[in-house]
């Protein structure tokens, strides 16, 4: 940690990692999984918060919904800190999208291959505003994924975005989601630099 | 990033008890979404107090800064420690 010559503890550096996705990908669980702190839960009773508004359809057991955003922290160490931020899916809260990404490292796009179509506004935002970012295939409820080529045709992106599986409520799973979140961020960068690095 | 600046006379007439309890957990650095989570008060919420609270020369904010996620080495040191988790 830095010393800033007053008897005050320097701040660590706090990098921003986003997770985005559509309604019930599982944005809340991915959090959850990782942070070591008690996550801000924000999710409400759908009977009370959404019903009206929220599109159920393949998510019909989700009983809550994320009613404004999701946080969760990962000390590296003491002078570095990564924050978690989930992006709440519903169009709704769509004007909050910019300024939690503003100063982001990146993202993970969570997608449920039952609602593939969901995760296409996070991705076509990332896309416009050049922010480095992955997609991340939740298998909860012990699905099998189609190939991730074939996904990766369906959503058409790019061969240099990476596309991984893993299971959000898994934080060993979910770790190495970010892992190549950040080793994708370094490769934008590296080549964005022109290999100056 | 929030941190209390600890003026030895700071004046806290009028201030809301949410401002005290925001100060009161701030003396070391602390993150706005740490602050929500800890009071249970949304973030937005957090942002307007802590606008306050640096107005009157309480507080120092440190915004997030876009040069930082480019900065390779730092990167570098997230990745690792993320693969030490």
Redesign the interface.
Known sequence: MDYDGSD?????????ILVAGGFGAGKTTLVGSLTE????RTEEDLSDAGTLVDELAGVEGKQTTTV??D?G??A??SG????L?GMPGQQRFWFMWDDLS?????AVVLADTRRLADCFPAIDYFERRDTPFIVALNCFHGRRFPDLDEVRRALGIEARVPIVSCDARE?RSC?DA??VL??H??DA??ASAGGR? | ?V?AR?SSQPDLADLEPEHLALLARCQ??M?A??L??ALDL??GVIRILLGDLRDRGLVDI?????E???N?R??????D???R?
């Open positions: 005050r503890v320097a701040a660590p550096v706090a990098v921003k702190i008690q996550p801000l404004a955003m946080f922290r990962i590296i160490h570095l800190w990564v924050y931020f503003s100063g982001t490292l990146g934080g770790r970010l892992v950040v080793e961020a370094i960068l590296t690095y | 990033m941190q600890g070391r650095p993150s979404a740490d929500s989570a949304p973030l440190d915004q997030p800064r876009p930082r996620v480019r390779i730092l990167l570098r040191e997230v990745a420690g993320l693969r988790l």
